[in-house]
Structures are given as C-alpha cells and as structure tokens.
C-alpha cells in the first residue's frame, strides 16, 4: 500500500534557529496535508496543499508541494518554545477515496 | 465554527463495561471519521462516514460499533473492550469532494484507558 516517509524522526534544536522536515514517497499525492499535535491533544491542521509545485506559507510556517507529487517539506522559521511537537505530513490520492495516509512524526524539541 | 468537539475527554472502563463517545461539528462537513491513535504513532483509519452511510470499515472489531445519527453527530459505542484498546480516539470531518477526503479536521480526542 502507499507509505510516507517522514524525516527526521526527531529534532533538537535552539530557540530562534530554522527547522526544515519533508516527506517523501514512492507513489503519486493530490493533497498534502501538514498537522501539529500537542500531547494528549488531537491534530491541527498548519497548511494544506492542493496543487504541484505551491508554495503556502502560514505565519512562520511555509510548506510546499513537490513538482514531481511525491514529496513535501515544512519549514518553520525562528522557532520558539511553543513549537514543540509532534509534525505530521499526510497524503491524499485521487485513487485512495476517503483514506489519508499518515507519516511517522517529527518530532521537535526547542531549547530556550 | 471550526470546530470539532469529542466527550468526555477522559474514559476509563472495565472490561464488561459499555460506553460511548461523542462527536459533533458544525462546519457543514458530510464525512466523519474516527481514528485511533496509540502513543507516538499517527492516526489509524477506523472508519468513515459519507452524508450519513458507513463508507469504510477498516476491519475494525465488532466491539467497536460507529453511529451517525445525523450529518453533525458521530458516536462509538465501546462493549466488551480490551486492555490493548487503550488509546486516544479522534473525530475529524471533512467536506467530500468526488468522493475524496480533501482537508481533515480533527477533535481534541478522547482518551480511553480500558482497565
């Protein structure tokens, strides 16, 4: 079945520096989909991307869609402590009717 | 209103117990789901609802019963659950377009400790 792989699994980083995560996989997506989830919580929606190649940004946030419909990275510029969490990309197919295929998580930690 | 609400916010039942959980959105959503999610994982598809009708049943045990009463509302009953059926139960909508998902929207979740 179609999979997503996620990367970097975890990340460490200071306060104020850029983070960057991205998805890949090996069959065709029509929507990407980037959610935060906080623990105990349930998934926010960040950016939704519905055509190739767009590039959308969501205050310090910016994700794009891959040219070739198999990818798609989150960038979160100056991150702060309330950043942390765990990032969840998600792909939709033409093909998959109502499923949504998850990726493993990043997950990310901010050091004030 | 964007939003999708789920009770209660914490469940814990015994073995023998019946429970349910309840969600509601009043985006003007036609597709509700319910997904399960066990600790550092992502969700897990359960089942969908489109304009009312079950759509997708992902093999899910027949402890597990989905009920939607009407195109806001979305219940689980819960009987006879398992310890390993411990989780975080999320409700998310959607507005079906061609019969695809397009962007999800979750509940805050329910988490469920069966004892």
């Known amino acids: 079945g179609q999979q997503l792989n996620q990367s970097p699994q975890s990340m460490f980083i200071q306060e104020g520096e850029d983070v960057s995560m991205n998805c890949t996989s090996s069959?065709?997506?029509?929507?990407w989909l980037w959610y935060k989830q906080d623990p105990g919580e349930g998934p926010v929606l960040l950016i939704a991307l519905y055509k190739a190649g767009e590039l959308t940004s969501n205050g310090r946030l910016t994700a794009q869609f891959g040219i070739t419909r198999k990818d798609s990275f989150l960038n979160i510029s100056a991150s702060i402590p309330s950043d942390v969490g765990i990032y969840f990309c998600a792909g939709q197919s033409n093909t998959g009717g109502f499923k949504t295929i998850f990726g493993a998580g990043t997950r990310l930690f901010v050091k004030a | 209103d964007t939003e999708v609400t789920q009770t209660p916010k914490h469940l814990v039942m015994g073995m023998t117990n019946k429970k349910s959980l309840k969600c509601e959105q009043h985006m003007g959503h036609r597709a509700m789901y319910w997904y399960k999610q066990k600790a550092k994982k992502p969700p897990e598809l359960m089942f969908v609802y489109s304009y009312e009708k079950l759509s997708i049943n992902e093999s899910v045990p027949s402890r597990f019963s989905p009920e939607c009463p009407n195109s806001s509302l979305l219940n689980l009953h819960l009987h006879a659950l398992q310890p390993e059926d411990s989780a975080l139960y999320l409700c998310a909508s959607s507005q079906p377009t061609s019969g695809r998902a397009k962007s999800l929207f979750f509940g805050p979740g329910t988490r469920l400790t069966v004892l």
């Open positions: 069959s065709i997506f029509n929507t």
